[in-house]
């Protein structure tokens, strides 16, 4: 790699737009050079529904990544998410042509084709396909089928779908603020990307990527994506609950949740108040037994909903890497013992993995998503200089093998 390359995720979420700027070094090594962040307006549950003030938040968010990171940004990888994503897994297979034994590349692409031959809903798009195992004649966990011999080729994919409209107004938003969008990354698989190791892949793992108005999950089974979704219930949620239940204003409600609320084991038995110390708000105290109660309520509710929605006991036993939370709402006490109880496995929170750059993107699990942004754009750019060399020595050995 001659030249040092720029990576930039940009996250638009319910509470926040979060943008980081990476720079794949000559000697390609990733650093976080630039970060910016600036409050999220006119997104609900995820979506925009007020490009015009969107917008605006983008800019800034953008303006102060750019400022510290002394460059000037032109593209950027973009997270989109929602309770419209969907994900599916399909098999598609084919024969093999009677003249010939070995699996050429004709034919992986041929049966990649045959499993992404499925039908999803009118004005829905593909947004990721992701290649989960390769069979040959029946024998599973293939890596890559490529020059093996066989008569029966088979593929399995996960595939991410959504609603085309809903993701283009993402688009419009970032072209708004004169940015090129080079790809659309679904947030729970930019969260895994920078949170789970290879390793807990392969002992099957659930990552949970808890935002202000959703959660995005996706799940690993033998290293493999074996499903992906949206709840459209996020930490915004427990906030209301507060505070319609404890009667505060939002804002208190929110500083109640992030400083003092504890949804642990024993926590609905917690003594003692807490002051709001609002000369406007005329309540005093919080009991701390009825806000932890109040919380833990709300979030019990939504990691069964999830659980429901994976039909996770058919799943247990599999995750041996256990349940790895992410995402601001993260932060919040004692959810990884929640969820522990709850799904019946061992759970952690999450942050994502150091990389050289300001050491607050890894010390809180709020930018999971927009690290992970910038790590699947290195990947992808490496994968793409991969397939170049490759290509150019296939053509170098072909003016010296003829035919090849």
């Known amino acids: 790699m001659a030249r040092s390359i720029l990576h930039v995720g940009l996250e638009i979420g319910t509470t926040k737009v979060a943008a980081v700027i ?13 970060v910016g962040e600036s409050p999220s307006r006119g997104v609900r549950k995820g979506e925009i529904v007020d490009i015009g003030k969107i917008t605006l938040c983008l800019n800034d968010a953008v303006s102060e990544a750019e400022e510290k990171a002394d460059r000037e940004i032109t593209e950027v990888v973009a997270a989109v998410t929602g309770s419209h994503l969907e994900g599916l897994s399909n098999r598609g297979g084919i024969q093999i042509p009677e003249d010939r034994d070995e699996i050429e590349d004709e034919d992986v692409q041929e049966v990649e084709q045959s499993a992404l031959d499925v039908t999803i809903p009118t004005g829905n798009v593909f947004l990721h396909t992701i290649v989960q195992r390769y069979y040959v004649d029946g024998q599973e966990g293939v890596a890559s089928p490529l020059g093996m011999i066989g008569r029966k080729l088979e593929a399995e994919f996960h595939i991410v779908h959504g609603t085309k409209t809903r993701i283009q107004n993402n688009l419009r938003c970032i072209r708004e603020a004169n940015l090129k969008v080079n790809n659309v990354v679904m947030s729970a698989v930019a969260s895994s990307q920078a949170v789970i190791e290879q390793t807990e892949r392969d002992l099957g793992a659930l990552v949970l990527d808890i935002g202000g108005g959703t959660t995005d999950y996706i799940l690993f089974r033998d290293g493999a994506v074996r499903q ?23 804002k208190w409600a929110e500083k109640l949740k992030v400083e003092h609320a504890d949804v642990g084991p024993g926590a609905a038995n917690a003594r003692g108040t807490v002051e709001i110390e609002d000369p406007t708000y005329a309540g005093g105290m919080i009991e701390r037994r009825m806000l932890n109660i109040v919380a833990e309520a709300r979030l019990r509710e939504l990691f069964n909903l999830l659980k429901r929605r994976l039909n996770f006991e058919r799943h247990a036993q599999f995750i041996g890497g256990g349940i790895l939370i992410t995402g601001g709402t993260a932060d919040l006490k004692g959810i990884a013992l929640l969820a522990s109880e709850v799904f019946g496995v061992p759970a952690r929170v999450a942050v994502p993995r150091p990389v050289m750059g300001p050491s607050i993107l890894f010390e809180s699990p709020r930018f999971s998503t927009a690290v992970g942004l910038v790590l699947y754009a290195q990947a992808a750019q490496e994968a793409l200089e991969e397939i170049s060399i490759f290509d150019r020595l296939r053509s170098k050995i072909g003016r010296i093998i003829p035919g090849l």
């Open 22 to 34: 990476g720079e794949t070094r000559s000697d390609g090594l990733l650093r976080i050079i630039g």
């Open 228 to 250: 992906t979704g949206v709840l459209a219930v996020g930490g915004d949620h427990i906030t209301n609950d507060i505070s319609i239940g404890l009667r505060v204003p939002t």
